[in-house]
């Protein structure tokens, strides 16, 4: 895993009139997990959607390294997002589906690949030819993370991962997230659930109207009444 | 345009086509709309008398039939990638926009051609159109037509992905577009219909004039797609 620091420059986007991010500038390193917290509309998803490159900011560069992830476009393949929705072909099998994406990504070896990647996220025992749309919410989840670890990328979104997951895969996508932290991967995730923040963070963002509000690391992780003092803070009105 | 470029493009036609191939919901529905369309209309003209407007009248069933059956594969080809948010994944590949736009429009292509070949019987047959007498010339004329439909449906039909009423909206928006696209095509099918026909040179004329169109409407398409599909 390369040692990359991905950094956010006065970024700013507006939806017609409506500001969503204002002069947001952030740095997040290698092997950190970063929770984004905020209200609604505070703009944490659409920051993602400008950090996974799919939507472009107004003004400001966010810089992966030292490219412009919006101009270089071989920086998608830095790239892995999980969102609300799996982003799977609920027609495909989870072999198809991941054989697909390792085409587009080409991946050698995929079967190797995409057998191991299978067996990681406990979707090894499925049958080969069950089509994703039979899968419960966790394993699309499962398949999920799958597809979006499966070409290695240096940088992993996730975009409130936990919201139908029952206790079990909430425990699961944690322990998930901490290899991947160890593993040198930077990861960063948009959530409401403070408590999970605190179980998989070691910096915390805090958005508010679409400004940061608060931006806390801290190398040994946050206790769950630490984030909530932080998020309390950054959001009384100043 | 790269060899890789070409890879991405069939892949993602390849993909299309899978699933259709393990579900077939869109060519079932495409198939049983094309029979009942041209059902429906040969019933309705059951009682027309002039031998010299048959082939007009078959024509124009055919690409009625086409254009109705057409507007299905887009709206469900696209939906596809809706559901579930697949596209998100897609439009993060290495993939270029160019290739998945290039790779839908293949595939969305030859599911209205399998049913165009239907259709084209069912006409014959009930409309007692000369379908058989110049298949090279008919191949060609339904091929550059369902190019150019497709074409600028992609387009719409990703602009739409994430409206509300998209299945109304893409009928208003694309139907005026591909006027000039269904004109030529039932022109160009009237002519070979007809067996009475002197020459062939207006279907020349209507052919040259498809790939003019088509090859508009693709260029058109291939620049437009990215921001379209982007949201921008």
Sequence with gaps: ?238 | MTASFWRYTLLIAGKDLRIEGRSREVLYTMGFSAALVVLVFSFALANATDPAQGPITAAGVLWAATLFTGTVALSRVLDRERENESIRSLLLSPAPRAAIYLGKLIATAALMLVVEVLLAVLVGVLFSAAVFTHPIWLATVLLLGTLGFASCGVVFSAALLRARSRDALLGALLFPIVIPVLLAASRATACLFDPLAPDLDPVGFWTRFLLATDVIYISLGLWVFEPVVAGE
């Design chain 1, 1 to 238: 895993m390369s040692q990359r620091h991905l950094r956010v420059a006065r970024v700013c986007k507006n939806f017609g009139r409506q500001r969503a991010l204002v002069d947001v500038t952030l740095q997040f390193a290698s092997g950190e997990v970063t929770s984004i917290v905020g209200p609604n509309g505070a703009g944490k998803t659409t920051l993602l959607g400008i950090l996974s490159t799919l939507v472009r900011p107004t003004t400001g560069e966010i810089f992966l390294g030292e490219e412009s992830i919006h101009k270089d476009r071989t920086a998608r393949q830095s790239i892995g997002y999980v969102g609300h929705e799996p982003g799977v072909y609920p027609d495909l099998s989870a072999q198809q589906n991941l054989r697909l994406f390792a085409a587009l990504y080409a991946i050698p070896d995929a079967e190797a690949c995409i057998a191991g990647m299978l067996e990681r996220v406990g979707l090894g025992g499925v049958h080969h030819d069950l089509p994703a749309r039979a899968f419960s919410r966790g394993m699309l989840q499962r398949l999920a993370l799958a597809r979006a670890l499966l070409h290695n990328p240096d940088i992993l979104l996730f975009d409130e991962p936990s919201s139908a997951l029952d206790p079990v895969g909430v425990r699961w996508l944690a322990d998930e997230l901490d290899r991947e932290r160890k593993a040198g991967r930077l990861v960063i995730l948009v959530t409401h659930d403070l408590d999970a923040a605190a179980q998989v963070s070691n910096h915390i963002v805090v958005l508010r109207r679409g400004r940061v509000a608060a931006d806390t690391t801290k190398p040994d992780g946050f206790a769950p009444a630490e984030v909530r003092t932080l998020y309390e803070e950054a959001l009384r009105d100043r």
